[in-house]
């Protein structure tokens, strides 16, 4: 008899939990598991058609791989209490149905959803990856409050907590959200082929985007929004293009404070200098002609796009916070600075453009120590998660 799985997530879109929670549903072995993804229908996300497209498409794809999708229209993100009723009744009766050995949820609301509907529906192995966390930097005093308490009732019916990184499961310790022996590490998996084996010609791709031949490009790839931190970066283009003009910063990414960044850098009179290119496809492509590749954030799980810029051979300066100094050794692949310190992000911006030596010693370095990232050995882990659990 098959091990029957049930993974169940809010959204999904090209972000770091969605891709990790296909990856994860796609890589196992389906002669072994019978595997079901419920999703919400994302319209939260305000993707743009192209980003909807390929969601869709990777959608199809691990249906292609033996997944069955359901879609529950009132399984959203945010809190909507006749909604999250609604969702919370329709999984309690579909995992009734279905009667699941396992019910792996993701993401902090279903989480809390799904969770609880698989303990009222007598599951017997309950798992929950939180992708991150919001004990800090999303909501205010109060509500981050109500966030870390139910977190803490609900790990009570979890029988594991997968936490993407060491400084994670420490943050959830910090917090007593449930005792060491509930959590186990699984770094998110990325396909490194994808990002290792790019090949494109640096200088068609810039004429494409229309970036001078000669310039330096830092850049910095997800979505728009408030907790990746991104209008510090914005801050610091001013700084390095008022003394080097020939510096383009390039924004891979879509997400509601698109007008917000593009207002700033119109009014510092950077405009020129700065690419917002939205979502696309082609995204390894682009991001194999930045220099540096900057991630600001405020607040991060892993950051798995630190992973694809590490195996594209790209220097690091991101923000000393939550999982990313498990993957950025300070000084050895890149630099950590502090959250939301201007200052510290142009010095090192600046220390990067004055070294080629470095940018290639660093990129080098995180290139070597991608390869520990794959999402077979994702999958692998969780595959001895749940024969462990069961």
């Not at 966030?147 to 009732?153: A, D």
């Amino acid at each position: 008899m098959k091990i029957k799985t049930v993974h169940i997530i809010t959204r999904l879109d090209k972000g770091g939990s969605a891709e990790n929670t296909l990856l994860t549903v796609g890589g196992l072995d389906k002669e072994i598991y019978d595997i079901i993804l419920i999703r919400g229908l994302s319209i939260e996300s305000n993707m743009a058609e192209d980003e909807s497209i390929a969601v869709e498409k990777s959608v199809r794809d691990v249906e292609g791989e033996g997944v069955r999708v359901i879609t529950i229209p009132s399984l959203v993100r945010r809190i909507q209490p006749f909604y999250d009723l609604k969702a919370f009744f329709a999984l309690i009766k579909i995992l009734r149905y279905e009667r699941p050995h396992i019910v792996h949820t993701h993401t902090s609301k279903a989480g809390i959803l799904g969770r609880w509907a698989a303990f009222f529906a007598r599951v017997p192995v309950i798992v929950h990856t939180p992708h991150g966390h919001v004990f800090w930097g999303y909501f205010g005093r109060l509500k981050t409050g109500i966030f870390i308490l139910l977190e803490k009732i609900s790990a009570l019916i979890t029988d594991r907590l997968v936490v993407l990184t060491e400084q994670e499961k420490n943050d959830h310790l910090h917090f007593h959200i449930a005792p060491e022996n509930k959590f186990s590490v699984v770094h998110s998996g990325i396909n490194l082929d994808r990002f290792s084996n790019t090949s494109v010609d640096p200088a068609a791709m810039k004429k494409e985007l229309e970036i001078p031949e000669g310039n330096f490009v830092v850049g910095t790839t997800g979505r728009l929004t408030h907790i990746k931190g991104h209008r510090y970066l914005i801050e610091a283009a001013g700084k390095i293009i008022s003394s080097r003009p020939d510096t383009t910063f390039v924004f891979l990414g879509d997400g509601e404070l698109l007008d917000e960044l593009k207002n700033m850098a119109s009014i510092s009179g950077i405009e020129e200098n700065i690419k917002f290119l939205g979502w696309r496809q082609d995204v390894a492509e682009v991001m194999s002609i930045f220099d540096v590749f900057v991630l600001p954030s405020l607040n991060e799980g892993m950051g798995r796009v630190l992973v694809e810029a590490m195996a594209l051979g790209k220097p690091i300066l991101a923000s000393d916070i939550g999982g990313i100094p498990d993957l950025v050794a300070d000084g050895e692949n890149g630099y950590l600075v502090p959250v939301g310190d201007v200052e510290a992000l142009t010095a090192r911006i600046r220390e990067f453009l004055d070294d080629p030596w470095k940018r290639e010693e660093m990129g080098n370095a995180g290139k070597r120590y991608a390869a520990n990232f794959s999402a077979d050995a994702m999958v692998e882990k969780i595959d001895r998660l749940y024969r462990e659990l069961l």
